[in-house]
Each structure stands twice: as structure tokens, then as C-alpha cells.
């Protein structure tokens, strides 16, 4: 008897050992030691079991009844093994059918072309905050990873995996961030598009970085000083850098000319003009398919500079601009608030307000060929330019008639084609450039550059002048609401077959088949 019950806990503990192995590795997804530990322990104690009672196991086995349940049993195991074998293949296997009429779940010819003639793996990581979570795009970057295997996509909560953030330099949430692993570069996605993901993708796939030098010998705020320092461009510089950019300095003056892998030259904060040889190289470099940023400093007489942008139709207010509204946002009148943006990449879907203090204007005057001129963004109706620069200096701050009347131009690009500009020289050049133009050069320092919109607004020109030429445009999906319409007879038809015909009909074939044994 006591052999008995021992017999019984052996098979019983072999099973149980057995099914909780089989648990424990289905909810971790993979079998670790624990889980061989327990499926060994469960395989030796039916392996004991069999040979302690062979005479009563082999019994079991000549049995009719026994052998017609084996039978039974080894069959629902091959069913079973067939259904899950196809869902497997099924599973690696997948197609996918987009019925809506946009195509809305369905990546762009550009976009797959782009990840199919990927040469190298690349990595992308969405920083969410479950607060905020933008499971659309996430469903795009899932979409990429199945057009391309060198493509791998993980969703990171930045809240929980902070290691993760500071890895990747991410200090706030909606960011996506594509790696390479073969040469460690990054490239941060702000707009959370296809579109921008893929020119993402296109900007860290290239060889090399492109270069972006800032200009020195004029008083301007450094790049590579610390981070604490008010008026320079650390910040910027590193917000560069995220994006795959290589920032260095330029001592133009002393330069045989502009380098020649520079593919944007920056002046930002410029406390002199520009010197002869300067605007030359500049001009040649423009000439030459260059793209430049400008970032003004008012008070400061600049005629150099100022006779570069009036050739390509751009005239240089000699003024500051004054917002009372700044002081309802506890700011300073000199520091006026940029809320009015016009239709261009740069601003595209921008709604944030931007402050821009310090803030000189500009005028788009226009009229030279092969130019276009494009305003970005304009002060607010009750500002106004004070070209009174002594009083400014002193403290007073009264508009009069000699003062500019807003709205003014902020910020501005040039588009230049030089197959048709003439510079002032006689001389044309080739292919196409752009200048973009900010009146304040202050708004990007490591003081203001994270204030509402500017790190966007900044960051956005400089993507602008980098990807042109290169990068692609992507139409939007159309996500309008599609309703379904129907008649009121189809509407009938779809609420009697599910709800009455179909349950009638069971119950019918029901009674039927009752009627039928009784009657035999």
C-alpha cells in the first residue's frame, strides 16, 4: 500500500514538474535553467516510474481501450502540431492587406527604396512617456522593420530606462533617435513623420558627416566654451552634433578661403562687419552651392555685410526691434515674441512662439534675378523698429515717427539660383544655395535657445540647408474620417441576419438533428 501511494506521488510530481516547466517557459518566452531543471526532474521521475511499474506501464500499452485512446491522443498531438507549425510559418511569414482608401498604413515607393538599398544596420529607438505616447508612429517604425531586417525598432519609456536617454543624449519626450552600430553616429527625428524619419534614415546612411563651421575673429560667442556661459553656443553645438553634424570654428580673415568640406557656414553674433576678403570668399562660396546662416547683432555697423545680402535683394535694417508684449511674459521689451510664421519647410507645422531678443530686421526688397526671397517669420503688429540706437543705449524706449512700423521681417531664406544670378563682379556659378537669415543671434545662445519654440526653429534651418538636394518629400496620408453609408434596407439586413436568421438557423439544424435520433 505504502509502495502504493509512493508510486502514485512519483507519476504525479513528474507531471506536475513537467506542466510547470512548460508554464514557467511559456511567460518568459524561452526556457532558462530553472525551467530544464524542473522538465529534467519531471522526465526522470516518469523514466523511474516506468521502470519500478513495467509490467503495470506495458499493460497499459496491450490494452485495447489503452491503445484506441494513445491513438487517439497521438493524433490530436499531430493536429495540434500542424495548427501550430502553420501559425509559425504564418507568423515569420506575414502579408499584410491596407484596405483603406488613403493607404494609410502602407510606407511610401521613396520609403521603401530607401530601406531596401540599406547597407548597414541601422537601430531606431522611440523615447516615449506613457502620459503621451504616439502609437502612430510607432506602427510606422514596426512597418519599416518588416520591409528591411537591417532595420530594428524599440519603443523606450524614457521614465524607466533613464540610462537609455542619457546614452542617446534625450532630454525630453517624442524623440526618435537612429543608430549605427558600425560607427556609433546618431541622428535625432524631432518631426515624428515618415517623412522625417526617412530623411533620417537618408542623413545617417551617408558617408561622412557633414560639416558645419562657425565664424570667428569678430567678437562672436564661442562654440566650444562651457555650457553656463549666457551668450554662447555650447548648447547649440551639441544639439548639432545629436543630429550628426561635425562643429568646428573658422577664422575666415586669415583663410585662403571658405573650407572645402564645409557644407554650412554660420555667422552668429558677429560684434564687426565682415573684411574684404571675407565677403569674397563668402561670395565665392556662395557661388560655389553654399549655404549660410546669419545671425544678426543690432548695433553694430556692418556695410560689408550689408552690401552682400542688398545684392541678392535683401535690405538691412539698421534698427532693434521694441515688444511691450514681452514684459506680460515677464521679458524685457528688447526681447520681442515671434508668433506670426509664414508656409515654408522650415516652419512647417510650427505653432510654438519663438523669443528673439536682441532682434534686428530685415526688408525683402527683391528685384534680382535668379533670387527668390521667402519671409519665415514677422513681428507682432504692436512692435515696432527703433532706429533711434542712441536711446537704446541710454535706456529710453519711445516710438516716433522715424521708427519702423511693425510687422517687420525676422527671419528670412534666399534661394539663389546661380545658373541665373549675376553677383556683383559679372560672375555666375552653378547649381543652387540658400542664405538663412535670423534677425537675433541671441535666441540660439545657451540662454534662450531652450525658451518655447527657438531650439526648434534653429535647428529646423539648419536640417533645412543640410538635406537640401538630398532628402525627399513625402505626401501626407489622408486621415479624414471615411464613413460607411448605407441604405435603409442594407441597414435592416445587417441587423436581422447576425441578431435573428443566423441563431434561428442554428437553432433549427439543432432541432432537426433532436427530431431525427428520437425518431430512430
Same mark, same amino acid.
Given at each position: 500500500m505504502k509502495n502504493e501511494k509512493l508510486n502514485n506521488i512519483i507519476v504525479i510530481a513528474g507531471i506536475a514538474l513537467l506542466v510547470i516547466a512548460a508554464l514557467v517557459a511559456t511567460v518568459k518566452?524561452?526556457?532558462?535553467?530553472?525551467?530544464?531543471? +524542473?522538465?529534467?526532474?519531471?522526465?526522470?521521475?516518469?523514466?523511474?516510474?516506468?521502470?519500478?511499474?513495467?509490467?503495470?506501464?506495458?499493460?497499459? /500499452?496491450?490494452?485495447?481501450?489503452? @491503445?484506441?485512446?494513445?491513438?487517439?491522443?497521438?493524433?490530436?498531438?499531430?493536429?495540434?502540431? %500542424? *495548427?501550430?507549425?502553420? !501559425?509559425?510559418?504564418?507568423?515569420?511569414?506575414?502579408?499584410?492587406?491596407?484596405?483603406?482608401?488613403?493607404?494609410?498604413?502602407? &510606407?511610401?515607393?521613396?520609403?521603401?527604396?530607401?530601406?531596401?538599398?540599406?547597407?548597414?544596420? =541601422?537601430?531606431?529607438?522611440?523615447?516615449?512617456?506613457?502620459?503621451?505616447?504616439?502609437? !502612430?508612429?510607432?506602427?510606422?517604425?514596426?512597418?519599416?522593420?518588416? =520591409?528591411?531586417?537591417?532595420?530594428?525598432?524599440?519603443?523606450?519609456? %524614457?521614465?524607466?530606462?533613464?540610462?537609455?536617454? +542619457?546614452?542617446?543624449?534625450?532630454?525630453?519626450?517624442?524623440?526618435?533617435?537612429?543608430?549605427?552600430?558600425?560607427?556609433?553616429? !546618431?541622428?535625432?527625428?524631432?518631426?515624428?513623420?515618415?517623412?522625417?524619419?526617412?530623411?533620417?534614415?537618408?542623413? *545617417?546612411?551617408?558617408?561622412?558627416?557633414?560639416?558645419?563651421?562657425?565664424?570667428?575673429?569678430?567678437?562672436?560667442?564661442? =562654440?566650444?566654451?562651457?555650457?553656463?556661459?549666457?551668450?554662447?553656443? %555650447?548648447?547649440?553645438?551639441?544639439?548639432?552634433?545629436?543630429?550628426?553634424?561635425?562643429?568646428?570654428?573658422?577664422?575666415? /580673415?586669415?583663410?585662403?578661403?571658405?573650407?572645402?568640406?564645409?557644407? *554650412?557656414?554660420?555667422?552668429?553674433?558677429?560684434?564687426?562687419?565682415?573684411?574684404?576678403?571675407?565677403?569674397?570668399?563668402?561670395?565665392?562660396?556662395? @557661388?560655389?552651392?553654399?549655404?549660410?546662416?546669419?545671425? &544678426?547683432?543690432?548695433?553694430?555697423?556692418?556695410?560689408?555685410?550689408? %552690401?552682400?545680402?542688398?545684392?541678392r535683394g535683401v535690405v538691412l535694417h539698421n534698427d532693434i526691434v521694441v515688444d511691450k508684449m514681452g514684459r506680460m511674459f515677464g521679458g524685457d521689451p528688447l526681447m520681442p515674441i515671434i508668433s506670426q510664421y509664414e508656409d515654408h519647410d522650415i516652419t512647417k507645422s510650427f505653432r510654438t512662439a519663438s523669443f528673439m531678443p536682441n532682434l534686428r530686421t530685415v526688408e525683402l526688397k527683391g528685384g534680382v534675378r535668379g533670387v527668390e526671397l521667402k519671409a519665415l517669420a514677422s513681428t507682432n503688429p504692436g512692435s515696432w523698429g527703433e532706429t533711434n540706437l542712441a536711446s537704446i543705449r541710454q535706456g529710453q524706449v519711445a516710438q516716433d515717427a522715424g521708427d519702423l512700423t511693425a510687422p517687420l521681417t525676422a527671419a528670412a531664406v534666399v534661394d539663389i539660383d546661380n545658373s541665373v544670378y549675376t553677383d556683383p563682379s559679372g560672375v555666375t556659378g552653378t547649381g543652387k544655395t540658400s542664405i538663412v537669415i535670423f534677425g537675433s543671434s541671441d535666441f540660439a545662445n545657451n540662454t534662450y535657445i531652450g525658451t518655447s519654440g527657438n531650439r526648434d526653429f534653429i535647428l529646423n534651418a539648419f536640417n533645412f540647408l543640410a538635406g537640401e538636394g538630398d532628402t525627399i518629400a513625402i505626401k501626407p496620408k489622408d486621415n479624414m474620417f471615411e464613413p460607411l453609408f448605407m441604405s435603409k434596407i442594407n441597414g435592416r439586413l445587417l441587423f436581422l441576419v447576425p441578431t435573428i436568421f443566423l441563431p434561428l438557423l442554428i437553432i433549427g439544424i439543432g432541432t432537426l438533428v433532436y427530431i431525427r435520433r428520437k425518431s430512430s
Open positions: 518566452g524561452e526556457f532558462d535553467l530553472t525551467g530544464y531543471i +524542473m522538465a529534467g526532474l519531471g522526465a526522470a521521475s516518469l523514466v523511474l516510474y516506468s521502470i519500478v511499474n513495467f509490467e503495470r506501464v506495458k499493460g497499459l /500499452f496491450t490494452n485495447r481501450a489503452t @491503445r484506441y485512446g494513445f491513438n487517439a491522443a497521438v493524433y490530436s498531438i499531430l493536429v495540434i502540431g %500542424a *495548427i501550430i507549425l502553420a !501559425q509559425t510559418i504564418f507568423t515569420i511569414h506575414t502579408k499584410e492587406f491596407d484596405l483603406t482608401k488613403a493607404k494609410r498604413h502602407t &510606407l511610401s515607393e521613396q520609403t521603401n527604396m530607401v530601406l531596401k538599398n540599406l547597407k548597414t544596420d =541601422v537601430e531606431a529607438y522611440y523615447f516615449y512617456s506613457v502620459r503621451a505616447r504616439n502609437t !502612430q508612429i510607432e506602427d510606422i517604425l514596426k512597418n519599416y522593420g518588416k =520591409v528591411s531586417p537591417k532595420f530594428k525598432f524599440t519603443a523606450v519609456d %524614457a521614465d524607466r530606462s533613464p540610462s537609455m536617454a +542619457m546614452k542617446y543624449k534625450v532630454d525630453r519626450y517624442g524623440v526618435v533617435v537612429l543608430a549605427r552600430p558600425d560607427n556609433k553616429s !546618431q541622428e535625432r527625428v524631432d518631426i515624428l513623420t515618415e517623412e522625417g524619419v526617412t530623411n533620417g534614415l537618408i542623413r *545617417i546612411t551617408r558617408d561622412g558627416k557633414k560639416k558645419i563651421y562657425f565664424l570667428t575673429g569678430h567678437g562672436e560667442p564661442s =562654440v566650444s566654451g562651457p555650457a553656463n556661459d549666457k551668450s554662447g553656443y %555650447a548648447t547649440l553645438k551639441s544639439e548639432l552634433e545629436s543630429y550628426n553634424y561635425e562643429v568646428s570654428e573658422v577664422e575666415l /580673415f586669415s583663410s585662403p578661403g571658405v573650407p572645402a568640406d564645409c557644407s *554650412i557656414l554660420v555667422s552668429a553674433g558677429s560684434k564687426a562687419d565682415l573684411f574684404d576678403n571675407e565677403a569674397a570668399a563668402i561670395n565665392r562660396y556662395l @557661388r560655389g552651392n553654399g549655404r549660410v546662416v546669419l545671425m &544678426l547683432n543690432p548695433l553694430v555697423n556692418t556695410p560689408k555685410l550689408s %552690401a552682400l545680402l542688398l545684392s
